[in-house]
């Protein structure tokens, strides 16, 4: 069993950064592939980066690069925001592919276990 704990959310205004946490722990932690997601208010859950077991792949959605990045090291994964904008009000979770590839999932349904998430929220 692994569990999964998101931190470092909060009330930010425009053009402010964030950094956010996914610590890890149980079971074989380091062959856990990571990815982030959030979901706005009303709107599906979308894939916002993801990095492999390895860190020798990494992926970020083309609506936030240039402004987020992801990263990691021994069980816990970094959510970096900057220039945040109202648009990334959501909730953001992580979750994690158990798997003996160091990749990145092919989709949601490839992830194992969530994190309960942790709100962010971008107002002036």
């Known amino acids: 069993q692994v569990e999964l704990v998101e931190s470092g959310g909060g009330a930010v205004k425009p053009g402010d950064s964030l950094k956010l946490s996914c610590a890890a722990s149980g079971y074989r932690v380091a062959n856990l592939n990571i990815g982030w997601f959030r979901q706005a208010a009303g709107k599906e859950r979308e894939v916002v980066a993801a990095?492999?077991?390895?860190?020798?792949r990494t992926f970020v959605s083309d609506s936030v690069k240039g402004r987020f990045s992801i990263s990691g090291v021994g069980g816990i994964t970094w959510l970096e925001m900057n220039g945040l904008k109202p648009e990334d009000t959501a909730v953001y979770s992580c979750?994690?592919?158990?798997?003996?590839?160091?990749?990145?999932?092919?989709?949601?349904?490839?992830?194992?276990?969530w994190g309960q998430g942790t709100q962010v929220i971008v107002s002036s």
């Open positions: 990095i492999s077991w390895k860190g020798d």
């Open positions: 979750a994690a592919e158990f798997s003996a590839s160091s990749r990145i999932p092919s989709g949601i349904d490839r992830y194992d276990y």
